[in-house]
Every structure is written in structure tokens, then in C-alpha cells.
């Protein structure tokens, strides 16, 4: 979290951490029920070089993005970045980058962990069930994609 | 000769001059022996075929006018007879009709294009003529105007004194918001629900204000907005109202978190216990925190200006209030007899200077209205006024038996909403947290509010955690990142004195915080804020009314500012005036469904009324985009609520929206010209203009009777796929029976946990129908599980999401269709392109209204057995509408038929078409945020899971929609969000 560009992971991997937590959080949250709302994760300004993996846009499209900004975009690196399921994503465009451009591209991977909130609403809105709140953690993954200085 | 030929000779001989008579009985008898005794002619005039006297043309029989010329005539009577006909010819002839223009002597080729305006075109004869034609019809023209031609000139107009008088006159009918003039300036403007709003703005800016609303900030003024405040014990309070709403739709007025008034509450509001049918409206509403060991409460309803009514007496009996409370005469300046009927309530604010000035001078000359409200004193400012009551009713109603009072305080708060997730530092950057004042100030007495409270140390440290919490809003970047709903209270300065110089945009400025900042934003994205801080003294009517009244006005300010000796830096010290109590409340954006959480989040500022234009034009400043009335339907359409009234059919008030709305499309498609209009006749559209949710839902009610009886008299051999062409069947035989049932009332199903239950079995899907999402315990979807939920639920409609799986841009009032089994074959072979058609409709009532045509024009040369026959309907081969004979014939007076539209009673709606019909869209668009054609609207439920039960388990929940202009069924997939 104390990372500069931490993963302002705009709606990426919502889906996929939240599966294996709505099933385990339906073992502890009786006896009243809960809705589960999923906050989104933290936004951070991100820079033109800042690229965050979704599961929701095509592969391809996301790797055409990357390799235009690596090419036409005139940026000697790129990050990419990945919350939650779309780590595999992250890694796979990453390494789909280096090896189209015959090893010319180098990468420099870096993990953190985000904390995410998710809500908790009572279905019985009765008064004694209140609304909750907790964290949770995920993983995250920053790739850097950049081109070696020429020594 | 025939009744009417006779009528109309004695018209004509009415005014003939009667010294003359041509062929007269009587001069043919004097004649005769003069012409020679031409006995056979005069014998044949005497004929009573020519008794009325002389004929037009020659006759026949050879009578000339010779022989009939007078002897002699009376020259005085026969000149006076013929004057009138002179003068009446003189007049005519003097007269021009409208296309009698002076180039009409020209030929063609000679006539040039805008002859009419520059005569110099014209040939020199004809100019003259031209010249006096064209000032005589502009005297014409502006004749009308002149009656009521401005007695004052510009400058009198403009001045401040009668441009308020002029625009008080204006406001009568309908209300100005304090943004009205901004507002005016740069939208459309309507008259709507008792206020003049703002449609859209004049410039093009759909997709920028989109563009604001997912990225930025959009502003708009709410203050049309109605605030009821309830005043009272906490528990009596909650029990009256609680006849009012229900647990099944949700958390109510009781919720925990709502009660410690640290969140604001939405609710769909019913009549006192009669949910789930006559609901009112949604309402948001917001408690006031508790104070310390008291159990007496405040709340605000907030409500739509079209249920206020409503809602208003529904609480009186709720609360048992119905004393109302005389208005104390106080803040009165001019007594009610006085005012003018018309002219709505109004708390007179004085105008320091600049309105009284100019109107002392000018008693001598005004007329009589306005020196009786010099004598009553200046005129007033309207700063606010109400749209939605009358000045003479009471606005506090007092029960005796619960103490409960009732405070309609509409109008008397501004409410601003900034959408969009930048909206908190919009508001970061505007407001600041007021200032303490210095020793010298607090130790005088002082009429304003503020010195007071800084006196005591209590209020000074609640203020300062209120900006502390404010100051750490800065560090958050997104406004969805807080708990929603949230509620600050604040003070704040007068935003006008760090107005910039120049328009920016308020970016959030997200640094690496200190671990204590760290610390504060964590807690207040988990916890929000903390229940002292929600207090706001904008909950007390004296200090709303101090900070009213001692604005600091505009005049005053650029004056002041003058002063400053660096030109354009702060004020300082600040004015004492220049502390207002706020309140900002989180929005919660989009919640429902698995994507775009949380889009269009944002605030709500609320301010003491008099303050709006001086809030909102810093706003402004910081780069926000403002949107009107169009912005927040499709605001609340992105985020997939239903709007209200728009989407509200079960309430009174959206019923009258439907007929307003009706009314306004038909003459829209009226004011085409026939031939251009759209034949919804050969469409196959009913209703193109409303939606007869009554009729479908009974329609559906009845069908699945049917075929309930059918299923257990056939020992269910009926296969599944045909369960649609005998629904028609059956619909088309039954439709007599529901005509004439007494029904009850559809209703919108709000249930919260059978709403669950019906997304679950409709295999809830992302936007597209790409990916399945996962559902939690669901039962599974058989025929008991369905007769189950249609006991409960029978009669009722529910709100759906339709994104359609190709391209199409659904519109208003399409309708949504059940696909039959070869259209799902369609799908899965991935045709693209390829969708179903509906097979063009005949319309059997063109040729009926020639058929009345010629039945009118022949009925008039007596031809009764044609006329009759004609009458009867055509040959009916109408296979596609078998059931829309019988109401049809019945409803052929004809008179009221528009061409391309189905004249009223309505056949099966539902079996209308190839495609089985189970609702309407209310809002239908292009989606920006999915990035494809979106429809909200709403399906009948028995239809709903009657579909869902037939259709095979990988098709479940796909539908076709099809617009009421196009033959083109679409795919779309269903969706319910909870």
C-alpha cells in the first residue's frame, strides 16, 4: 500500500477474489444474512505508461495496447499491472511482449498486496443487523516492460 | 328543385331591390298586350316551376329579356337598392387579401426572389405601389404588439427595483430555483411541476457530460426537491411511519444506521398500509443526530415535487396532524391581505441598498399595483418561493395526541448534486473550513450567529473535527471509495472570496500522506464519519434563518474587494457574515448488478436558502460540467435505477407522467404531415405511445389460468415449444372475459428476496451475455417452485435490465418479446445478422375509413342499403388478429381514428404479434458505459417465468426486443439486479 503506483486496478479482478471470499464469508456471517458488496479497489492517479490488466477486454486488444505504447507511443517502459486473477494475465502479456520483440524487451516484476473493503448489508433490515465493514487482502503484480539502456 | 335550391334563391332575392321585378307574374300580365300577345310564353312563365321571378341565362323556350324589360323605374328606390351592393363591391375591391402582392402584375420571368422585402428589385412603375403595400402590412402585423407595447424604455426596464418587480411577475406560475437566471441564460428551459428547470443545455454536450459523470464531476441544482421535516419522539416517530413502508423492499425509516443519522436512507414509500399496492414514490431521508439524553428527533423526507402532495397528507393521517399551525407573523413583513392573490408565498428579505433605492424615487410615477406594495414596503427580493402550494396554506401541521410536528420546508434548502468521482475534491477545493474569528470580535455581542458559537468551546472542538474529517476527504481519490450514504456536517466560509480568477479544474491531489492522515483516511473509508460530525447546524430554522438574512450581497463584496490593496488576493480578516452551516451527503452510484459498481457516486450539497448562486458559481469554476433534467435520467439509467416518475407506473404520479407523456408524443406524431407518419398499424404496435401495463398484466394473469386448467385436463402432453402458439389461442379466445373482469390494480414487485429469487432463476450474466455469473443457494426453477411465487406475486410487474447481444439502439416503448423455439436456433448456429422479423401487419382500417368516406358522401344522395353495407367490416381475413374483431367493430364511430394508429380499446396485446409480448421499455439507449444498446423497463413476472420455465436451460433469460418502428426483433438478455 505504500507503494507510489500501487494498483489503482480500476474493476479488474473484482470477480475473481471475491469468489473464493463470498464462500467462505457465508460460513462465519449467520445467523442474520448478508449481502456481500465489494467496494472497488483504491484508485491512484496513473501515468500514460501505466497499463491495468483486466479480465473484462479481450487479450488481444490489452497486448495491442501495450506494444502501441511501446512502439508508437515512444515510452522506453511500460508497467503493467494486475490485481487478484488477472495476475496470469499481467504475467502472460508481459511475456508475450519480450518475445515478439526478439529479447529487445527486458522485464523487472514486482509483488505487493492491496487491501480491499467490502461491505457487508443485512438482507433482514431489521435493527439489530448492522451493516459491516472489512478488509481483505489480494495480491498484486507490477511488471516493468522496458527497453536496456545502451551501454 | 330540391330544399336547398330553394334556400339558397331566397337568400340571393333577399336583398334585391324590389322596384324591379324582372319575370314577376304580375309584370307579365301588364306586358302581354304591350308585347304583341305572345300568349303561349307568359302562359308557360305562369308555370309555378318560374314563380319566384327572374332566372339567371337564357331560357329554353325562347323568352327573351326584351319582352320582359321594365316599362319604368323608381330611380330613387332603385339607386338606393343598389348602393349597399356598390359600397359592399367598393370595399372588396379596396381590400387586399393576403397574397395580393404588387409582383403578382409581373410575369414570371420577370419576378425576382425577395422582391417582397427590397422593392428595388421591382420595376420603378410598380414601387410606389409596392412601398405603400408593404408599411400598410407592417402596420398590420405589429398591430397587435403595439397594444401592449413597452411603456418604459430599456434603461427603466433594466433598472434593479422593476427588473425584480418583473421577474416576481414571472415567477407566479411557476418558481424560480436561485440558479434560474445562470440556468436561463445557457439552457432550455421548462415549465415543469410548478418550476422553471433546466432541460439541457444549449451547447452540445451529451458525451462530455457522460464523459464528467464517469471521470470528473457533473453539477446540478436539485433544489426543486420537496423537504418535509418531521419533529418528534423518536419512538412515535418511527411507529406512524411505519405504516408507511415495508421490510420486504428493504431497510426503512428504522434502519440502525440511518436512525444514528449517520447515513442517509432511501425508501419506496406506500399508502399507510397498503403495501404492496398504491405506492407513492421513492423518497431519500435523513436523520438529525441525536443530541445528548433526548429522545426527541428531526427528520427531512426528501420527495419528488409530483408525490409532495401526496406524501404530505399520507403523513398528516400517519402522524394524526392536522392542526395546522398558523404562520407566526414574524418573519411577514407584508401582511398575507395585502399581496396580490396570485403571487406565491414569500419570506421578504430586505434588500440592503440596492432595491430600495430606486424605488423610492420612483412612487410618484407608478401605477396603482405597484405604489400598494411601496406602501407595504420594498419590494421584495424572491429568494425563494414555492411552486407547489399556494401562500395562504399552513406549513406546520401539530398533532396533540403524538406531538409530532410536520414542517414542510420546501424551498427552504438549496440542494446541489455533483456526480461523478472527482466530486469530493470539487468540493475540497471550493470549501473551506470557517475560520475562528479573533478575540476582539467574540468578546462583543453580536447579532450573527457565528460569534456566538465560537464562544462556546463545545461547538469549536466539534467544528474542528468536522474540518479535520473534511481536510482528510482531500486524500482520497475516487468519492465511491466511502461507505455510501455518508453524511458530514460542516461550516464553512463564503465560497465567494476564494473564487478564482480563472477556470480550472479541481484534480484530487493524492500524496504520500503522513501515517496519521493515513491512519484518519483509513477510518473513514471503513467506517465513515463518526456520528458527532454529522451534526450540522443547518438542522436549526434560526440559525438557516440568521445566515439567510445576513448575507453579505454581491455589491457589497465587490466593493470590499475593491479595498484589498493587492488587487485580487483574499479578504481578510473574513467578514463576520460570511460563515454558512452545510451539510454534504455521500450518493451512493451504481449498486446493484456485478458491473460498473459504483458508478456516479457522488455528493449532495446542502445550503441555506439565499446562498445558492453564491456557491454555486465557485463551483463552477472548478471545472465542473452542469447537466439538466436529461442528465439525471440518464444518469440514473447508467446506473440501471429506475427514474422517477419516469419509471414508476404503480404511483399516482407516474400515471400522470404516462399520460403527459402520451399526449406530448401523439402530438408529436400528429403535427407530420399523414403520409410521413409511421403506420404502427402495419409495425404491429399497439401502443406506441403508453404502456398498458393494467391490460398485460391481466392478460398474463389470465393466460397462465388457462393454462393451468389446460395442463391438468391434457395430463400435460402439451409440449413445451408449443406452449406459446397455444397461449395465443387461448388469449384470443379469453380476451372478451378479461375485458369485462374487475381486476385489480398491477403492482411493481419490490421484494427484495423474491426479487433475489427471480434474477437467480433468470441466469444472471455480464452485460453482454458472455460470462455466466455465480448465484448463491438458489432453489431450483420448476413449475411448483413458479405457482408458488405467482400466488404471492400474481398481478405484478418487475424491473429489468435488457443489453442487447448484437447491435440495435432500443428506444422508447419497444417492445420486450418472447422468442420462439426457431429463433433460438438462430442464435446458437451464430448467424450473425440474422435476427427474427416480424411479417408486416395489414391495415384493416384504411380501407374501413375510405369505406366511411364513401358511406357519408353516398348516404347524402340517399342511397341507404350502400351506405349501411359499407359500414359493416371488411371481410375478415385477418389471420394475424383474430381476436381483434370483436372490441374493434364496437369501437368503428371512427371519429377520433388517427391514421397509422390503433384506434382505443385495444385487442390482445400480448398475442398482437408472431412474438408473444411481455413488456415495454421505459428507457432505452446506447449505453456509453457497456458499449452496447441498453433497455430498462419492465415485464410482467407471470410472463415473465412462464418464459423462463419453457425455454431450454442454456437459452434461459434470452429475449427479443423489437422497436415500435421496426419489423426487427433483437436479442437481448435479461437481467434483474438487486
Redesign the interface.
Known amino acids: 500500500m505504500t507503494e507510489p503506483r500501487n494498483p489503482g486496478v480500476s474493476s479488474i479482478a473484482q470477480t475473481a477474489p471475491a469468489h473464493t471470499d463470498s464462500s467462505s464469508s457465508a460460513v462465519e456471517m449467520d445467523p442474520v444474512e448478508y449481502t456481500l458488496r465489494k467496494r472497488l479497489p483504491r484508485k491512484l492517479p496513473k501515468r500514460r505508461n501505466d497499463v491495468y490488466v483486466n479480465m473484462k477486454t479481450d487479450f488481444r486488444a490489452q497486448l495491442a495496447r501495450c506494444q502501441k505504447l511501446l512502439e508508437g507511443g515512444g515510452h522506453r517502459e511500460i508497467c503493467v499491472h494486475g490485481l487478484g486473477l488477472a495476475i496470469n494475465r499481467a504475467i502472460n502479456i508481459a511475456l508475450q511482449l519480450q518475445a515478439s520483440s526478439q529479447g529487445a524487451l527486458q522485464l523487472a516484476a514486482n509483488t505487493s498486496t492491496v487491501e480491499l473493503v467490502d461491505d457487508l448489508e443485512p438482507e433482514d433490515p431489521d435493527e439489530a443487523g448492522e451493516p459491516m465493514t472489512r478488509t481483505r487482502n489480494n495480491s498484486a503484480i507490477h511488471i516493468k516492460v522496458f527497453y536496456p539502456d545502451p551501454q | 328543385m330540391s330544399g336547398a335550391k330553394v334556400k339558397m334563391r331566397e337568400k340571393k332575392m333577399r336583398n334585391q331591390p324590389v322596384s324591379v321585378q324582372y319575370p314577376s307574374s304580375s309584370v307579365t300580365v301588364q306586358s302581354s298586350p304591350v308585347n304583341g300577345g305572345d300568349t303561349s310564353a307568359t302562359g308557360k312563365r305562369k308555370t309555378p316551376h318560374h314563380r319566384g321571378g327572374w332566372v339567371r341565362g337564357h331560357q329554353k323556350d325562347g323568352g327573351g329579356y326584351a319582352s320582359e324589360m321594365p316599362k319604368y323605374i323608381t330611380a330613387g328606390a332603385f339607386a338606393r337598392a343598389r348602393a349597399a351592393e356598390v359600397s359592399a363591391m367598393l370595399k372588396a375591391v379596396t381590400k387586399t387579401t393576403g397574397s395580393c402582392h404588387v409582383f403578382g402584375a409581373l410575369p414570371k420571368h420577370m419576378r425576382r426572389r425577395a422582391m417582397s422585402h427590397n422593392t428595388k428589385r421591382l420595376p420603378r412603375r410598380l414601387r410606389d405601389v409596392a412601398n405603400r403595400m408593404r408599411e400598410k402590412s407592417l402596420q398590420a402585423g405589429s398591430k397587435k404588439k403595439k397594444e401592449q407595447a413597452k411603456s418604459k424604455s430599456r434603461k427603466a426596464r433594466r433598472r434593479h427595483g422593476n427588473l425584480l418587480l418583473e421577474f416576481n411577475r414571472r415567477q407566479r406560475k411557476n418558481v424560480w430555483l436561485e440558479t434560474h437566471i445562470w440556468h436561463a441564460k445557457r439552457f432550455h428551459m421548462v415549465k415543469k411541476w410548478g418550476y422553471c428547470l433546466g432541460v439541457r443545455p444549449t451547447y452540445k454536450c451529451y458525451r462530455p457530460c457522460y464523459r464528467a459523470m464517469s471521470t470528473h464531476c457533473l453539477l446540478q441544482d436539485l433544489s426543486y426537491y420537496c423537504c418535509i421535516e418531521l419533529q418528534g419522539e423518536e419512538d412515535k416517530l418511527l411507529a406512524s411511519l411505519s405504516q408507511l413502508t415495508n421490510?420486504e423492499t428493504?431497510?426503512?425509516f428504522?434502519?440502525?444506521?440511518c436512525?444514528s443519522g449517520r447515513r442517509q436512507g432511501s425508501v419506496v414509500v406506500y399508502r399507510a398500509a397498503h403495501y404492496p399496492s398504491q405506492s407513492l414514490g421513492p423518497v431519500t431521508f435523513l436523520w438529525r443526530p441525536r443530541a445528548q439524553g433526548s429522545t426527541h428527533r428531526q427528520l427531512w423526507i426528501w420527495a419528488h415535487p409530483t408525490i409532495k402532495q401526496d406524501l404530505l397528507s399520507e403523513l398528516q393521517t400517519v402522524c394524526q396532524c392536522c392542526e395546522a399551525v398558523v404562520p407566526p407573523v414574524v418573519p411577514v413583513v407584508m401582511p398575507p391581505a395585502e399581496m396580490p392573490p396570485a403571487e406565491v408565498a414569500l419570506t421578504p428579505q430586505p434588500e440592503p441598498k440596492s432595491g430600495e433605492t430606486p424605488e423610492a424615487i420612483q412612487i410618484p410615477r407608478t401605477k396603482r399595483k405597484r405604489s400598494r406594495k411601496d406602501a407595504s414596503g420594498p419590494p421584495a427580493k424572491k429568494i425563494l418561493g414555492d411552486g407547489t402550494r399556494c401562500p395562504s396554506t399552513p406549513i406546520t401541521w401539530k398533532s396533540s395526541s403524538t406531538g409530532i410536528v410536520i414542517n414542510d420546508l420546501t424551498m427552504e434548502i438549496v440542494r446541489y448534486r455533483l456526480i461523478g468521482?472527482q466530486s469530493h475534491s470539487v468540493l475540497a477545493e471550493t470549501l473551506e473550513a470557517a475560520t475562528d474569528i479573533d478575540e476582539i470580535n467574540k468578546s462583543q455581542p453580536s447579532s450573527l450567529w457565528w460569534p456566538d458559537h465560537c464562544k462556546d468551546k463545545n461547538k469549536i472542538t466539534l467544528h474542528q473535527q468536522q474540518a479535520d474529517v473534511f481536510n482528510t476527504l482531500k486524500g482520497i481519490?475516487?468519492s465511491?471509495?466511502l461507505?455510501?450514504g455518508t453524511v458530514l456536517g460542516l461550516t464553512v466560509d463564503d465560497p465567494r472570496l476564494t473564487l478564482p480568477t480563472k477556470k480550472g479544474k479541481a484534480l484530487?491531489c493524492?500524496q504520500?500522506a503522513q501515517e496519521v492522515d493515513e491512519e484518519k483516511r483509513r477510518e473513514l473509508?471503513?467506517?465513515g464519519v463518526p456520528e458527532h460530525c454529522c451534526q450540522s447546524f443547518l438542522w436549526e430554522q434560526s440559525v438557516r434563518d440568521n445566515v439567510t438574512d445576513n448575507k453579505i450581497s454581491e455589491q457589497e463584496l465587490n466593493r470590499m474587494r475593491s479595498e484589498v490593496l493587492v488587487p485580487g488576493s483574499r479578504l481578510r480578516p473574513t467578514p463576520l457574515q460570511g460563515r454558512v452551516p452545510i451539510l454534504l451527503v455521500h450518493q451512493p452510484g451504481k449498486?446493484v448488478g456485478?458491473?460498473?459498481?459504483?458508478w456516479g457516486a457522488g455528493w449532495d450539497l446542502m445550503l441555506p436558502k439565499g446562498w445558492g448562486m453564491a456557491f454555486w458559481v465557485p463551483l463552477v469554476y472548478r471545472g465542473v460540467r452542469i447537466g439538466g433534467l436529461n442528465m439525471s435520467l440518464k444518469h440514473s439509467q447508467n446506473k440501471g435505477a429506475p427514474h422517477f416518475p419516469h419509471d414508476y407506473p404503480d404511483c399516482p404520479a407516474g400515471v400522470r407522467f404516462q399520460d403527459e407523456q402520451e399526449a406530448e408524443l401523439m402530438d408529436k406524431f400528429k403535427r407530420r404531415p399523414p403520409a410521413k407518419r409511421t403506420n404502427y398499424i402495419k409495425h404491429g404496435c399497439l401502443a406506441p405511445f403508453r404502456c398498458p401495463w393494467q391490460q398485460l398484466a391481466e392478460e398474463w394473469e389470465l393466460i397462465t389460468k388457462e393454462g393451468r386448467e389446460e395442463r391438468e385436463g391434457d395430463s400435460q402432453t402439451q409440449n413445451t415449444t408449443d406452449a406459446d402458439t397455444v397461449m395465443e389461442e387461448e388469449m384470443a379466445s379469453h380476451l372478451d372475459i378479461s375485458v369485462t373482469k374487475p381486476a385489480s390494480r398491477f403492482s411493481v414487485l419490490r421484494n427484495?428476496?423474491s426479487l433475489r429469487l427471480l434474477s437467480g432463476w433468470c441466469r444472471p450474466t455480464?452485460s453482454k451475455g458472455q460470462r455466466p455469473?455465480?448465484i448463491?443457494n438458489v432453489t431450483a426453477l420448476d413449475s411448483s417452485a413458479v405457482t408458488s411465487f405467482l400466488t404471492a406475486h400474481g398481478m405484478s410487474l418487475v424491473w429489468v435490465r435488457l443489453s442487447l447481444m448484437s447491435k440495435g439502439k432500443p428506444e422508447l416503448h419497444a417492445m420486450v418479446c418472447v422468442p420462439l423455439a426457431e429463433d433460438l436456433k438462430l442464435l446458437s448456429k451464430e448467424s450473425n445478422g440474422h435476427s427474427p422479423q416480424e411479417p408486416p401487419h395489414k391495415n384493416h382500417f384504411r380501407r374501413r375509413k375510405k369505406g366511411s368516406k364513401k358511406a357519408a358522401a353516398s348516404s347524402l344522395s340517399s342511397d341507404k342499403t350502400e351506405g349501411s353495407g359499407s359500414n359493416i367490416p371488411p371481410a375478415t381475413e385477418s389471420d394475424l388478429t383474430p381476436s381483434a374483431e370483436g372490441p374493434k367493430s364496437t369501437s368503428q364511430p371512427s371519429t377520433a381514428v388517427t391514421f397509422g394508429l390503433w384506434p382505443d380499446p385495444l385487442p390482445s396485446i400480448t398475442s398482437h404479434c408472431s412474438r408473444v409480448t411481455l413488456g415495454w421499455v421505459t428507457q432505452g439507449d446506447f449505453s456509453l458505459s457497456a458499449g452496447c444498446g441498453e433497455a430498462l423497463g419492465f415485464v410482467s413476472v407471470t410472463g415473465l417465468l412462464n418464459t423462463l420455465l419453457n425455454q431450454p436451460k442454456e437459452h434461459r433469460g434470452t429475449l427479443l426486443l423489437r422497436n415500435p418502428t421496426s419489423l426487427h426483433y433483437r436479442f437481448a438478455k435479461i437481467n434483474i439486479e438487486v
Open positions: 421490510k428493504g431497510p426503512t428504522s434502519a440502525a444506521l436512525l468521482p481519490y475516487s465511491a471509495e461507505p455510501s484530487p493524492v504520500q473509508m471503513l467506517r449498486q456485478h458491473e460498473m459498481s459504483s427484495q428476496k455480464t455469473c455465480r448463491r
